[in-house]
């Protein structure tokens, strides 16, 4: 499966934004998607996942400000950013994976990745 992630850009402080992960080759219901993203100087970290079940996770940081879904339909997974802070600035990849659910923070476990999409938070 082929993944293309995009909808990043430069957003104040508190406001939004909606990422998009579409994949080409395969369908995203077999997969578990997941978002990482990476800040400046930092080391990548997970964000969240969209399990093929439909179940959700989310890291601490993000939890109550982040949205993961699914359109079946579009073949697409999105993450919406509310309350955008400053830390939240860095380039967000999503990836799938087929590990089991347990372990679906675990970046090496993926074995598909799209581009990078750059958000920025200016505050």
């Known amino acids: 499966v082929q993944l293309q992630a995009s909808g990043g850009g430069w957003v104040q402080a508190g406001g939004s934004l909606t990422l998009s992960c579409a994949a080409s080759?395969?369908?995203?219901?077999?997969?578990?998607i997941g978002w990482f993203r990476q800040a400046p100087g930092k080391e990548r970290e997970f964000v969240a996942a969209?399990?093929?079940?439909?179940?959700?996770k989310y890291n601490d940081p993000v939890k109550g400000r982040f949205s993961i879904s699914r359109d079946n339909g579009k073949n697409t997974v999105y993450l919406k950013m509310n309350s955008l802070e400053s830390e939240d600035t860095a380039v967000y990849y999503c990836?799938?994976?087929?590990?089991?659910?347990?372990?679906?923070?675990?970046?090496?476990?993926?074995?598909?990745w799209g581009q990078g999409t750059l958000v920025t938070v200016s505050s």
């Open positions: 990836a799938a994976t087929t590990t089991v659910w347990g372990r679906v923070t675990e970046e090496n476990l993926y074995q598909y």
């Open positions: 080759g395969g369908t995203v219901r077999r997969y578990t």
């Open positions: 969209f399990g093929w079940s439909g179940n959700t």
